[in-house]
């Protein structure tokens, strides 16, 4: 019986790869433009840091997680989410000694043992912000413009930005004891895991995904009832920074995130193009997630998007579809001899060239070129070779110049094409 992978985990085979390298390249260019540095942490944490960051009563933690002891006896865990690794990282390495705001960003795979979907495998990957040590306003709203710049950049144009603020621990605590109340008249008709989540975080319940809770959710207190006044000033600085910014936005006042470390401003980018899994991604602020790893009281916010979903909503982009410069059709050993030649020159300078390796008819070769997307093909046989001329036919208008051997590799050199 042949081996397979893993349920749940993919291979990413062309001609799905270039598409995600375009996803990446494109994440990094706009990270960068906003002056986020780059942060590659252990896809393999101890599993503490999990369950004191996630939080133990979470699915993730409780039943998602894959966690296993090492042969020294230590729980190690597969990172299911970025941001606990990057504060890890943030207080192991003592940045915090260093003036903020740290601006780091991630790209890399996740994991969590849940039942595959459209977009959702067991190994997925994100692109993951974080904004470490900025308190105000303005940092919620420039990390906000950023995905929506990168969204655009990509050309995804069906994603909807949604927020809410959770409010902080000075105003959270009357809420949740409104929602308890709220629940516990009502519990009988709950799911399992909302009857649990109720005794350690009622908020979770306005996030469960079984409709019975969410019918019964729909009569539950509004956050926004509770918002002390440095909360509702927050929340409304966010959004009139986003409007100066041009972009729009829906508020949602039921919206939370699962995790136990968010507070005040959450958001999530949804789309109706996915079906149930309606979520492309989304993130908050997280102000004392640091001080419960041991580490200075510091705010942050951060954001991830996951790649598998924005590719399922990737528009058909020239940028990533790109095929070869240059296909240059050999006849003749000796023809094969100067194209191998001229191929390693112009790879050299960075262009990407293909040829047969193989003797080959010039029908066949041209079909090869055509299927490879080539933008050019140079056609060189004996009597080219002997002239010193070939001729370049562009692939995309059927034009055709003949042209000398050499002024054809210098040009495509010079142009990097």
């Known amino acids: 019986m042949a081996i397979q992978a893993v349920r749940g985990m993919k291979d990413l085979l062309p001609p799905e790869s270039p598409k995600w390298r375009f996803i990446e390249a494109t994440a990094r260019e706009v990270f960068s433009s906003f002056g986020f540095s780059e942060i590659r942490t252990p896809i393999l944490e101890r599993t503490e840091l999990f369950s004191r960051s996630i939080g133990e009563e979470t699915d993730i933690v409780s039943k998602e997680m894959y966690t296993f002891s090492d042969r020294s006896g230590d729980s190690l865990t597969m990172r299911p989410e970025a941001t606990a690794g990057v504060v890890r ?20 795979p996740m994991f969590r043992h849940e039942r595959p979907q459209k977009g959702r495998l067991r190994q997925f990957h994100q692109l993951d912000c974080e904004v470490l040590d900025d308190a105000g306003p303005q940092g919620d709203a420039e990390l906000l413009v950023l995905a929506h710049h ?105 919206l939370v995130r699962g995790l136990d470390y968010y507070t005040r401003t959450a958001f999530e980018f949804k789309t109706s193009q996915l079906g149930a899994q309606d ?103 004996g009597e080219e070779l002997t002239a010193g001329r070939a001729p370049l036919k562009d692939m995309a208008t059927g034009e055709q110049q003949d042209l000398p051997l050499e002024e054809i590799v210098n040009r495509l050199m010079a142009a990097g094409a």
């Open 89 to 108: 990282a943030f207080l192991e390495s003592k940045l915090y000694a260093v003036p903020g705001p740290h601006k780091l960003f991630t790209i890399g």
């Open 150 to 254: 990168l969204l655009e950049r990509l050309g995804v144009r069906q994603v909807t930005l949604v927020l809410n603020s959770l409010g902080c621990p000075e105003c959270r605590p009357g809420f949740k004891q409104g929602l308890m109340d709220y629940f516990e008249s009502r519990q009988g008709a709950l799911c399992e895991d909302c009857r649990r989540r109720l005794a350690s975080n009622p908020l979770r319940v306005l996030d469960c995904k079984q409709e019975g809770c969410r019918e019964i959710s729909q009569g539950a207190p509004l956050i926004s009832g509770s918002w002390c006044e440095a909360c509702a000033e927050h929340f409304e600085e966010v959004k009139r920074l986003l409007t100066m910014a041009g972009v729009s936005y829906e508020t949602d006042p039921k």
């Open 279 to 381: 979520a492309v991604g989304g993130g908050g602020r997280y102000d004392g997630l640091i001080e419960v790893l041991g580490g200075p009281a510091t705010p942050a916010i951060g954001f991830a998007l996951g790649v598998e979903r924005l590719a399922l909503l990737l528009e058909d982009n020239p940028e990533w579809q790109k095929g070869p410069a240059l296909f240059i059709a050999a006849l003749g050993d000796e023809p094969r001899d100067w194209a191998f030649g001229a191929a390693q020159k112009l790879r050299r300078a960075g262009v990407w060239v293909e040829m047969s390796a193989a003797s080959a008819s010039l029908k066949a070769q041209m079909r090869r070129a055509n299927k490879s997307g080539a933008a050019r093909v140079l056609i060189v046989g």
